[in-house]
Nanobody, 114 residues
Framework: QVQLVESGGGLVQAGGSLRLSCAAS????????MGWFRQAPGKERELVAS???YYADSVKGRFTISRDNTKKMVYLQMSSLKPEDTAIYYC????????????WGQGTQVTVSS
């Protein structure tokens, strides 16, 4: 199993940047696929980025996911933020034997003001 804790959210003006961090604990972290999801009020949760180089069209060129297996950390660097990026952001892990992400953090709020 893996436990995930996000940090780094906050309030930022449009055009600004934030870096979200996800600290993982547990064994065999390097074997898990990692991703960042977000959920805005009234909307479904969506995959924003994964470490298999997937990016949602809405964030391509602005967001970058990275991971450091030695530190058991995953990051989401967000730049040129827009008000529509406002959401709760979740770090997620997927057991390589599964098709869906099965471990989730508690989420961190990102609010982008116009």
């Amino acid at each position: 199993q893996v436990q995930l804790v996000e940090s780094g959210g906050g309030l930022v003006q449009a055009g600004g940047s934030l870096r979200l961090s996800c600290a993982a604990s547990g064994r065999s972290f390097s074997s898990y696929a990692m991703g960042w999801f977000r959920q805005a009020p009234g909307k479904e949760r969506e995959l924003v980025a994964s470490d298999s180089a997937y990016y949602a069209d809405s964030v391509k060129g602005r967001f970058t996911i990275s991971r450091d297996n030695t530190k058991k950390m995953v990051y989401l660097q967000m730049s040129s933020l827009k008000p529509e990026d406002t959401a709760i952001y979740y770090c997620a892990a997927r057991d390589p034997a599964r098709l869906e992400y099965n471990y989730w953090g508690q989420g961190t709020q990102v609010t982008v003001s116009s």
